[in-house]
């Protein structure tokens, strides 16, 4: 097996794409920028899902389907909606072998659809809050497409929820933040800044986007999750009103909030390695790989591999899925085995060869630290649920150390640029500008306001002069 | 609350219709042909979804994701496969504010792209079987939309598979049926004849179509799910080549099958009446609602209602899920409340009314048979769990007995027409025809035949008079 990855700091895109495919995460699809989602990617994303769903389904929202194609006149109904998303939008104008009377356009998102049948079902106080989410493609043209991260469909998550008062769609937009960090975090070990986007970076037709900003290994940031508070935008644009309690017509307050397949693409580059893919273990589909070796293909196949089955069935039922896979490619070398799990990020490997057999031990190896250790057969079990835990609080400690070893402070302007020049990374600051302002510096830095800090820290804005700026990290992003 | 349901033997389409607005399964979109799927009616697609992926899963398949949309060439390799989906395909001709070199089909079904991708990744024997499976939307423009029945846009799972040989890709079309019929039977309750396709019924581009063919109550036939010898039509078409045991380059064997969102309109039509729907217990995504109930307000809010949250938790835990609800629409009659959950098809209902509680029990209605019961406190628990599995098996027997009563044997293509003109349902009757005999069967008495059934009854055919003819069932269908 050929060692082919890039190294990272040759070739920081290529190491990327190398990863994906060594790991066949993903493949180009026929049409360009489209992608597939093969099964071991298809596997993180199912993961992350069931995750998220949960949290979802315990803050109280329910799963709905809404449908693929829009009406472009939708789209123009709300000013700032239209500007944002027309440019990017893949059009359906012919269907069942005729023309169609009104262009339909493939969902980008939804906002415009869903708030056409919330105007419908929404009649009283009483219908709400109304709190719903949908999982589904969608697709948003891309002229430079990456795998994962920039792709003319992805999938995603979009929750769309209507409620009575701006102070209880502003607290929903806050709880789904609050749920994006604590999943990116607790389960993808992303360490992330959930703070305020700039005038300049808001979604088009949010009064307030909230965002989860992570830092790539290349210092590069990505935004991993966003959530909406829309105000009475859609809900004008689209009549969505209710008779309150006092007896009258109002309109409701909504909030939107998604997550998409791009996460994939952060897990990749805050964790992976020249080696290949590193999956932090709460994601990984197979968490432990068990290799029966001998250079005897026969004594592997019989003698060793019922005991791999046995302990593949005792870690299974301990860990309480199947997330074990007994490798059973005897045909290859053992070197070329173990790095087909080191690249598919597998993160432990269990090795059961003659003399560990021979010793009532078995060769555990972690994948993210590369330790070896040498365990016995009663304590096998235990120890793995040890390492798991142990391997997924050290790929989240080393993203945030490497994260704050890489944020820095600008005082000016001008600092701002030399650290953005010189060093990369997250450059804190105090920002009060306008959307000229952040235009301004992505054209001379190629850096962009990422979010405001939370909290009440504010200072001199660094391009106006200004006191009472608040607290904003700066980076150059995806 | 508006008993507005059309009873089933006045006018059955809009009794149909109005179950799923009662129950608030879902809506038609603002395109033509499309329809949302409301909370109540995703969650069971949810449950569906969850049963049959475990079953793919342990049956050896991996999820992927293939892209929405396919280039209109790649139809057009498979000869029958283009004839057979051209006319219903949405296209997309503008996409990033531009207009593409080729159109693109929104997919009808994924054998093409998945063909094309299956091609670059299988090289040798040591790569097969390819099981793989995904769930997503796909539309086929319809001029006569219904809801979940038939409509521009669904969801389903469609599975490709490619093999060695032609005796396994069988064995999986097969295999990929009895997983249907299991699903189908144990948890949708829903009684259905598994068999061969006739030639005119097959899948575009197939060898062999098997179905899973299911009664409604009025006695139509619904295919609710297919499974495909596909021979090696795609793997040509496609170029899906592999180095065989023998060092010789060969052509892979494929199959294809899906279930769709169709199987929410076979439920309804299956198990409902004419107060509305009846879903089975082990999809119901609510399987008892429990309601406080007194004419005091206050009381059942504040004495009442601790003691419901308290059954709610204590049925939660014991049931494995939040399959419990607690009814507080207090500002609502108690018929009106009661009418609710009839109308949702809620299994079981629980009242706590004053007189219950201070004679220590609790009101069970059931929603297949209505039958009433006051249970004891302390058997509350066991008594829902077993009146809920006896619903289920109720279910499935009143369904499978209305099949069976509403089944006929025809010697001849008379008494066949004279049954579907008089009595309608299922008519066996021995068959060898040819397609052309199907289109006239069709034409003449609006049946098609829907399935060939197991088994090795042969006899004269009924349009041709020769022998060996095999036992078929003709149906009107949906």
Chains 1, 2 share one sequence.
């Not at 995750?51 to 329910?62: C, F, M, N, P």
């Not at 959530?227 to 004008?236: A, D, K, V, W």
């Not at 994601?283 to 591999?305: F, G, H, T, Y």
Request: overall charge negative.
């Amino acid at each position: 097996m050929a060692r082919n990855i890039t190294p990272r700091n040759e070739n920081y895109s290529q190491w990327y794409l190398d990863v994906i495919k060594a790991a066949e995460l993903a493949d180009y699809a026929p049409v360009r920028g489209c992608m597939v989602i093969r099964p071991t990617g298809y596997a993180i994303w199912e993961n992350i899902q069931a995750k998220l769903d949960a949290e979802i389904k315990r803050t109280g929202h329910v799963n709905a389907y809404f449908p693929l194609l829009i009406p472009e006149s939708f789209f123009r109904k709300e000013a700032e909606h239209v500007e944002g998303f027309a440019p990017e939008l893949a059009m359906v104008t012919h269907a069942g072998g005729e023309e169609l009377e009104e262009p339909l356009a493939v969902r980008s998102t939804s906002e415009t659809v869903i708030g056409h049948m919330y105007a419908k079902w929404i009649q009283s106080w009483r219908d709400l809050p109304v709190l719903m989410n949908q999982w589904c493609n969608v697709m948003r043209w891309e002229k430079r497409p990456r795998l994962f991260l920039r792709t003319s469909e992805f999938l995603w998550q979009e929750g769309h929820t209507a409620h009575e008062t701006e102070q209880e769609a502003r607290e929903e937009m806050l709880r789904m933040l609050e749920v994006y960090r604590k999943v990116l975090e607790e389960e993808l070990a992303i360490p992330v800044l959930a703070g305020e986007k700039t005038a300049g970076e808001r979604f088009p037709g949010a009064v307030d986007t909230h965002t989860c900003e992570a830092m790539m290994s290349d210092k590069r940031a990505l935004q991993a999750a966003t959530s909406h508070f829309l105000g009475q935008n859609f809900s004008r644009a689209f009549g969505i009103q209710f008779q309150n309690r006092e007896g009258e017509l109002a309109y409701c307050w909504t909030t939107s909030w998604g997550l998409s397949t791009r996460t994939v693409g952060a897990l990749i580059m805050v964790h992976s390695d020249d080696d290949g893919l590193i999956i932090p273990p709460r994601i990984a589909p197979i968490k432990a790989a068990i290799l029966p070796i001998s250079k005897d293909e026969s004594i592997a196949a019989n003698d060793i591999l019922p005991k791999a089955k046995e302990l593949s069935a005792k870690l299974d039922d301990e860990l309480g899925g199947m997330f074990t896979k007994v490798d059973t490619d005897f045909h290859m070398r053992p070197g070329d085995r173990f790095f087909a799990h080191l690249q598919k990020g597998v993160p432990v490997r269990l090795e059961l060869g003659e003399k560990d057999i021979a010793a009532g031990t078995v060769r555990l190896v972690r994948r993210d630290t590369g330790a070896k250790m040498d365990v016995k057969n009663d304590e096998v079990i235990p120890t793995v649920k040890k390492v798991l835990a142990d391997i997924q609080a050290n790929l989240f400690s080393r993203a945030k150390n490497f994260r704050d070893e890489n944020t820095h402070d600008a005082s000016s302007y001008e600092e701002l640029k030399e650290i953005i020049a010189d060093k990369g990374g997250f450059v804190r600051a105090y920002f009060g500008g306008t959307k000229d302002d952040e235009t301004r510096i992505r054209e001379e830095t190629g850096a962009t306001p990422r979010c405001i800090l939370p909290g009440n820290d504010t200072g001199k804005c660094i391009i106006t002069g200004n006191d009472g700026a608040r607290l904003t990290v700066f980076a150059k992003a995806y």
